[in-house]
Structures are given as structure tokens and as C-alpha cells.
């Protein structure tokens, strides 16, 4: 395969990082709405932080997830870097399937579950368990979701770990 020019190799780093970025970004606006969701006493205040964190769920965190990920493996496999080549990189690789599982899936389900609930029951539904225990997963699945994309921005910086040894 070509490898990229410098200009093309650039302009896929560009959007990687941008998409690398959004993804950061929905997190930081999930915890504030995940925290406001957890110290409310107003049901429409609830609702609507878990009508937004849904509307996100369907929308950016999708969108980033997707841009991300397809412009890191062209990035990948259209420069020396190479998919399985480097440590870091596999570590990300990692780190990005999760990344896929929670954002995709459990962030969608979460605010799904908890938005269909409040519909359901208003205010009153926070005091259920199952909503508390929807609300708890939702924040496990935050956390972890801006932990993991914290340390692949740190092993993109200082791409820890070296090269692979080779196995002939």
C-alpha cells in the first residue's frame, strides 16, 4: 500500500485529532450532565439532562467514536507506524475497543433505560432502584469511557513501550 504524503498524512492526523477531541469533549459535557442528573431534586432538570446525555449518546459520541477510530487505523496502516508494530498502539487499540462498546452501546442503553424511567415515574423515579441502579452504571460506564480516552491521548504523546520485538 502508499504510504501518505506529508500534506495527506497532515490532514488524517488533523481529523483524527479533532475527532479525538470531540470524543473528550461529549465526556466532559456527560459528567457535568451525569452530576447534575445526581444532585437535582427538579424532575424536568432530570429529564432533561438524560434527554440531552441520550441525544449525545445518538449523535456525537457515535460520530467521534466512528471518525475516530477510522481515521486511526488509516493513520495506521497508511504510515510506518503499522497496526501491531508498536506497543502503544495496540495498547490504544485496546483502549479503542473499549471505547466503541461503552460509547456505542452502553451510553445509548444507559441514557436510554434512565430517560424511559423518568418518563414513566418523573421525579418519582429517582427514588426507584432500578433507575439508581441504570444511574450507577451510567457513571461507572462515564468514567471509565474518559479514563480510557485520557491514557490514549497520554500513549499518543509519549508512545510508551517501544517497538515490538520481531518474531522470526
Not at 500500500?1 to 479525538?20: E, P
Not at 488509516?74 to 473499549?98: C, D, H, M, P
Request: hydrophobic share 50%; net charge positive.
Amino acid at each position: 500500500m502508499n504510504k501518505l504524503s506529508l500534506t495527506q498524512r497532515r490532514i488524517w492526523l488533523l481529523l483524527h485529532i479533532l475527532f479525538a477531541s470531540i470524543m473528550l469533549g461529549v465526556q466532559v459535557v456527560f459528567i457535568i450532565l451525569a452530576l447534575t442528573a445526581s444532585v437535582t431534586d427538579n424532575g424536568s432538570v432530570l429529564q432533561a439532562c438524560y434527554y440531552i446525555m441520550h441525544l449525545l449518546s445518538k449523535s456525537s459520541v457515535r460520530a467521534s467514536t466512528i471518525g475516530a477510530t477510522v481515521t486511526g487505523i488509516a493513520l495506521s496502516v497508511q504510515t510506518s507506524w503499522g497496526l501491531f508494530r508498536y506497543n502503544w498502539i495496540i495498547a490504544k487499540e485496546v483502549l479503542t475497543l473499549l471505547a466503541i462498546v461503552i460509547g456505542l452501546y452502553g451510553l445509548y442503553e444507559w441514557t436510554l433505560h434512565g430517560l424511559t424511567r423518568i418518563d414513566a415515574g418523573g421525579l418519582s423515579a429517582w427514588n426507584a432502584s432500578g433507575f439508581t441502579v441504570n444511574h450507577v452504571s451510567l457513571w461507572i460506564g462515564i468514567i471509565i469511557q474518559t479514563v480510557s480516552l485520557i491514557v490514549m491521548y497520554i500513549l499518543s504523546i509519549w508512545k510508551p513501550g517501544g517497538k515490538r520485538k520481531s518474531r522470526i
